[in-house]
């Protein structure tokens, strides 16, 4: 797993509000940093890219189109519909055992596009639901998602880091296998 040694202390500066202000300082800067140097390791030749859409960033690899991180500040629940035909739209050839997976759970408002993820589909309604709720719960806090590759597996992640960051606590990261 990812060693996210610095993530603590970082956590302890930042004061809690609504705006993410607190985390645009360091912490999303140190996550970045990190995930980028991580990916390196696997796809050294890239273009990696940042764009922001519905108050949520994503790292997306053009060169090998995948995803790469996915991260933002809860609002809190997201009442918004979901666009059932748009999600239907994108491409789902990993096999039924699969799921389009949102990167930023749509009940936190994460889109389609980007943020959807060939995610097994036990991961995807089960032990992964855990931090999406809370994050929902817990509006201030920063959620992200770190996806996975090895060299060989294409735009098919193989494990993820789940984060939840909220202040005055300490950070909840999981590893999730893929």
Do not use: C
């Amino acid at each position: 797993m990812l060693e996210y040694k610095k993530l603590k202390a970082l956590m302890a500066n930042v004061a809690h509000s609504s705006s993410g202000t607190p985390f645009t300082a360091e912490v999303v800067p140190y996550l970045i940093s990190l995930w980028l140097d991580d990916y390196a390791r696997i796809a050294p030749k890239n273009h990696v890219i940042e764009t922001t859409t519905y108050g949520f960033s994503y790292l997306f690899d053009l060169q090998h189109e995948r995803l790469i991180a996915a991260w933002g500040i809860s609002r809190g629940k997201h009442a918004g519909a979901r666009d059932k035909s748009r999600m239907a739209g994108h491409p789902l050839s990993q096999g039924q055992n699969y799921h389009r997976g949102h990167a930023i759970p749509h009940t936190l408002g994460g889109p389609t596009d980007i943020n959807l993820v060939p995610q097994r589909g036990s991961l995807n309604i089960g032990p992964f639901r855990v931090l999406e709720k809370q994050a929902v719960l817990t509006p201030g806090s920063l959620y992200f998602t770190y996806w996975l590759y090895t060299r060989s597996s294409k735009q098919v992640p193989t494990e993820v880091d789940q984060g939840l960051l909220i202040p005055g606590q300490k950070p909840v990261i999981r590893r999730h296998k893929n």
